[in-house]
């Protein structure tokens, strides 16, 4: 067995596997299937400062090798989890994170705050990238200034891991990615998903209510990874890459070009048993290719 | 019974006519404890085109042979390679997911009324129900007479009336039309209903009139199943709710229908 284990600036992961936002609940849903203290970490569902209703039905659209969703951050806000989903939390003997997302800079910092007292919850993601809500989300992450004012704020509140999600909505990523770096970000997360849009010809409408949303699974790997390899190459800091990873070998890819763990998304909707076998993939790939580590095949792509 | 991600495998294939079959899956464990009106999510092939698993509702089970069947119409490209399949292929199923039909505490008389392949939810629920002591009335609806299937097997749980919308079978009309709903409707204790979702709320509407209580099994399209993406809400009086986890069986007081 290969060393799995990753430490992603200070947060030390049993190993690079993780669950995207929003794909996994709060974790609890999985327990019929497999022990979830398996994985290097979880995300739970994105947590905004008041409790959102998120858009009508339907949500979501099939696309070839994807979907679309429109789910618009549903979510009982930070309140409701600390009294409520919480204390469920405390059974779990893994990594948590809380992805917070926000309409204003005061909203995320106020979430922040209330994340930062909570023992069990290792570091928070702050989505700067949702595509699903009309105010604020991606937004911050599609302008420099906006997404300088969110990262310093909330770094000021908040005192362990804070990992931030980039949206992949934007002419130059690179840009966005150096500007969360010098505000003090531990980690970078990418991507999220895709602005998009489907519609039904027979009756000339969008499928989903919202009209977009945003797109997932293996139809944006390639940008994806593509997007993991420009921003490893101009930040420092550790990333965390996902788009479309159904496998192994997908994983695999990300950790070549540039990523130091991985989160598994839309692929648990397909197989809830994805990241276990993501995981005893990767190992077989060390293995096979004589690594020792996880740590040795991180940016190693072969130019 | 816990939800579990099982490989399945097709040990029989009934066609019923030119797009309707029912499968029957062979499970390796033991079933337990399945309740009528719960559904399995089953992947097709996970290709390009049906990337998403497909639900549908649990037809019927046999504890003896740890079975689970499913009754499908073939309307897109998942329905139809699933109708294609042939005996001994295995299929990964998730199963059985979400809430189930609550079924009267006393016996009762009840009324089931399906149309189209919404009837696959009811078949299980009659037998229960009339295992339970029940006394059964099922109405079926289609389009025309090919399009009604399982009627013998109906029979076997209660007394069944028919309508057609070309009059070739039973009553002429829909489901509404036909008399068990004008005097004899508030003679039922409760009403069961899956299928298109206009018959589902004239029939709520129906329900609602003659003070009988009523539950619907909803057919929202999903993306897990098991309550994590939120793709498949409904309004109800609590706000938004996962028709896989919350549903997909609902008594109409808590939906928000405009009826
Ligand atoms: C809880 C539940 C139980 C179900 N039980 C059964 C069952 O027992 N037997 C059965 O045959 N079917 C059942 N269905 C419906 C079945 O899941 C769909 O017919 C199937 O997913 C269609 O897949 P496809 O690839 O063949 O069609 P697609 O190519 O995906 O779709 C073909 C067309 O049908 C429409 N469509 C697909 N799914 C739905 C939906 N859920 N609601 C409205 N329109 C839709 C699409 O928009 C498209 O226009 C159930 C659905 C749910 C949610
Ligand atoms: C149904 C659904 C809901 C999502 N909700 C969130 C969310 O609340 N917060 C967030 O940061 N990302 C959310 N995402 C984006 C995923 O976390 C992930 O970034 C994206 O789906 C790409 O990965 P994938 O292709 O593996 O799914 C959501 C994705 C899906 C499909
Ligand atoms: S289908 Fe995913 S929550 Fe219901």
Redesign the pocket.
Known sequence: MADLNIDIAGLKLKNPVLTASGTFGYGTEFEDFYDINTLGAFVVKGTTLHARQGNSYPRMA?TPSGMLNAVGLQNGGIRYFVDHIYPKLLRFDTNILVNVSGSTVEEYIACAEQIDDLEHITGIELNISCPNVKEGGMAFGTSCPAAEAVVKSVRKVYRKHMMVKLSPNVTDITEIARVVENQGADSISLINTLLAMAIHAESRKPVLSTVTGGLSGPAVKPIALRMVWQVYNSVKIPIVGMGGIMNATDAIEFFLAGASAIQVGTANFIDPLATQHIISGIDDYLERHKFHSINEIIGELQL | MKKTVQNLQVISHRRLNSDHVVLELKSDEKLDGILPGQ?ANILVDGSQK?FLR????I?LVDYNCNTIS????A??????ILSDQSIGNQLSVIFPL?NGFILPATPTKVLLVGGG?GI??LMILAKMLKENGHQVVILLGAKRIVDLVELEEFAKYGTVYTTTEDGTHGTKGYVTDHSLFREECSSFGKIYTCGPEPMMKAVARLALIHHVNCEVSL????ACGYGVCLCCITETIDGHRCVCTDG?VFDIKRLKWQI
Request: no cysteine; aromatic share 12%.
């Open positions: 099939e | 559904f049906v497909r639900p549908f509702s037809y499913v009754l499908i119409k309307i897109g490209d998942g329905t139809r979400g392949v696959a939810a057919e929202n399209t999903m997909p």
